[in-house]
T-cell receptor, first 113, second 118 residues
Framework: DGGITQSPKYLFRKEGQNVTLSCEQNLNHDAMYWYRQDPGQGLRLIYYSQIVNDFQKGDIAEGYSVSREKKESFPLTVTSAQKNPTAFYLC????????????FGPGTRLLVL | AQKITQTQPGMFVQEKEAVTLDCTYD???????LFWYKQPSSGEMIFLIYQGSYDQQNATEGRYSLNFQKARKSANLVISASQLGDSAMYFCAMREDLNYNQGGKLIFGQGTELSVKP
C-alpha cells in the first residue's frame, strides 16, 4: 500500500529540547512538504524539498530544520528556538512542483510540557 | 489580504441532502489550481477534488463537485447526498504558478466545519 507515514502520533517536548518528527513516503514522489496547523486555522508551510539533498524555507521556517538525505524521508526537527511549538504537524508529498495534488500523512501532534 | 476565504465557520446538513461549502479566492496569477481537502477528527487531510484555472468544465469526483465561477473568483464545493461520515472540517486551498519558486505551496482557507444530522 502506497502512502505517507508520520511518527510519532503524539510528541511531548520539554523546554530547551530539540525533537524530530518523522515523515516517510513510498509513493516515489520527488517533492515533500511540512506544514503546521494551529487550532481553528488552515495550514502554513514550514519547509519544502524538491529533490534529495535540497530543501527551501517556507513561510514560517524559523525555529525548524529539515534534511532530505533520501527520497523517501523528510524529517523535521523542532528546535529550542521555536518558542511556540505546540501545534499539529502535517507532512505532504507530490510527484513534482507543478499543479500536482499534494497528499498528506496522518500528522503528529506536538505538545510542550 | 486573505488569499482564500471561507465565510462559513460551521454548517449543518440533514443526511441525504446536498450541501454547498463556499470558497472565494484572490490571485493575479492567470494560472492556478484550486483544491478541496477533508479533515476528519483524526487529523489527516484527505484530498477530495481539484480544479485548474484553465479547465473549461467543473470538476466532479463521485459525490463531490466543484462549482467554479472564474469571474467571481469562487470555487464552491458541493456534496450531494450527505452521509454521516461527511462530518468533518473542509478546507479550500490554492496553488499559484507564481509560487513555483516557493515549491508550489498550498495556501489554505480557515476551514468550514460540516456536521451531518441523521
Amino acid at each position: 500500500d502506497g502512502g505517507i507515514t508520520q511518527s510519532p502520533k503524539y510528541l511531548f517536548r520539554k523546554e530547551g529540547q530539540n525533537v524530530t518528527l518523522s515523515c516517510e513516503q513510498n509513493l516515489n514522489h520527488d517533492a515533500m512538504y511540512w506544514y503546521r496547523q494551529d487550532p481553528g486555522q488552515g495550514l502554513r508551510l514550514i519547509y519544502y524539498s524538491q529533490i534529495v539533498n535540497d530543501f527551501q524555507k517556507g513561510d514560517i521556517a524559523e525555529g525548524y530544520s529539515v534534511s532530505r538525505e533520501k527520497k523517501e524521508s523528510f524529517p523535521l526537527t523542532v528546535t529550542s528556538a521555536q518558542k511556540n511549538p505546540t501545534a499539529f504537524y502535517l507532512c505532504a508529498s507530490s510527484p513534482g512542483l507543478a499543479m500536482e495534488t499534494q497528499y498528506f500523512g496522518p500528522g503528529t501532534r506536538l505538545l510542550v510540557l | 489580504a486573505q488569499k482564500i476565504t471561507q465565510t462559513q465557520p460551521g454548517m449543518f446538513v440533514q443526511e441525504k441532502e446536498a450541501v454547498t461549502l463556499d470558497c472565494t479566492y484572490d490571485t493575479s496569477d492567470p494560472s492556478y489550481g484550486l483544491f478541496w481537502y477533508k479533515q476528519p477528527s483524526s487529523g489527516e487531510m484527505i484530498f477530495l477534488i481539484y480544479q485548474g484555472s484553465y479547465d473549461q468544465q467543473n470538476a466532479t469526483e463521485g459525490r463531490y463537485s466543484l462549482n467554479f465561477q472564474k469571474a467571481r473568483k469562487s470555487a464552491n464545493l458541493v456534496i450531494s447526498a450527505s452521509q454521516l461520515g461527511d462530518s468533518a472540517m473542509y478546507f479550500c486551498a490554492m496553488r499559484e504558478d507564481l509560487n513555483y519558486n516557493q515549491g508550489g505551496k498550498l495556501i489554505f482557507g480557515q476551514g468550514t466545519e460540516l456536521s451531518v444530522k441523521p
